[in-house]
C-alpha cells in the first residue's frame, strides 16, 4: 500500500469505442481498468494520496461506474459511501438537480438524509466531459449542507473543460488520466 503500491498504466488499459453510443461519441470505456485488482488498487492509492489530509467524511458516486470508484475509495479512506442517481430511483425525501446534457436535460437526485451537515465529500466518478453532472453533483451535496473536499475522476477528457469549470469554481479536481482531443 502506500508508497510501496505498483504503478499501474490506465491509460493503456482504458478501452477506446468510436461512435458509442452514438455517431461521433469517442467512448472511453473503463470497464478493462474494473477488472484488475492491482488497478483498482492503485486508483484508491492515488486518491488517498492527494486526499487524505482533505476532511472526508463520506464518498459519493456517480450513477453508475462512479459507484464502484466511491466503494474502492470509500475501502481506503475508512469510511461510507453515498449514492447520486439518476432521478426516481431513490426512496424516501430527495433532492433532485437537472443539468444540461447533449440533447436535453438528465435529472440526478440525492436523498436529503444521506449527508449530516457539516461533512466533507469526496465526489466520484469515472469521467468528467463538460463538467454538467458533477457540478450538479456538488450543489445538491452544498444543499443538504456538505461541504466538497473534492472530485476524484479517473479520465479529463480536457477539451470539454468540465475539469477546468470546477476548478475555476475553487474545488480540488484530481484526475489521474488526460485525453485531449478526439
Ligand atoms: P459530463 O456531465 O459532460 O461531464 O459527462 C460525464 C458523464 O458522462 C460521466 O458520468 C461519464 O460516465 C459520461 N461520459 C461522457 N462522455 C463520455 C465518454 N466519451 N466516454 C465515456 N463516458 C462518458
Redesign the pocket.
Known amino acids: 500500500m502506500g508508497a510501496k503500491a505498483k504503478q499501474v498504466n490506465l491509460r493503456e488499459i482504458i478501452a477506446n469505442y468510436p461512435d458509442f453510443p452514438k455517431q461521433g ?4 470505456d473503463i470497464n478493462p481498468v474494473f477488472k484488475r485488482n492491482d488497478a483498482l488498487n492503485y486508483i484508491a492509492n492515488e486518491f488517498y494520496r492527494t486526499y487524505s489530509k482533505a476532511k472526508v467524511d463520506m464518498v459519493a458516486g ?1 450513477e453508475s ?2 459507484f464502484i470508484i466511491a466503494t474502492a475509495l470509500a475501502l481506503r479512506f475508512g469510511r461510507g459511501i453515498v449514492m447520486i442517481r439518476k432521478a426516481g430511483k431513490l426512496p424516501g425525501r430527495t433532492v433532485k438537480k437537472s443539468y444540461d ?1 447533449e440533447y436535453g436535460t438528465a435529472i440526478m437526485e440525492l436523498q436529503q438524509d444521506a449527508i449530516d451537515k457539516g461533512n466533507g465529500i469526496l465526489i466520484a ?10 457540478i450538479a453533483a456538488a450543489q445538491m451535496i452544498k444543499e443538504l449542507g456538505g461541504k466538497v473536499a473534492g472530485f476524484a475522476f479517473i479520465i479529463e ?1 480536457s477539451d ?1 473543460k ?1 475539469a477546468d469549470r470546477l476548478r475555476e469554481m475553487g474545488y480540488n479536481v484530481e484526475s489521474l488520466v488526460t485525453f485531449d482531443g478526439k
Open positions: 461519441i469517442l467512448f472511453r456517480i461506474r462512479g446534457i466518478d469515472d469521467l468528467i466531459a463538460t463538467g454538467g453532472t458533477a477528457l470539454l468540465g
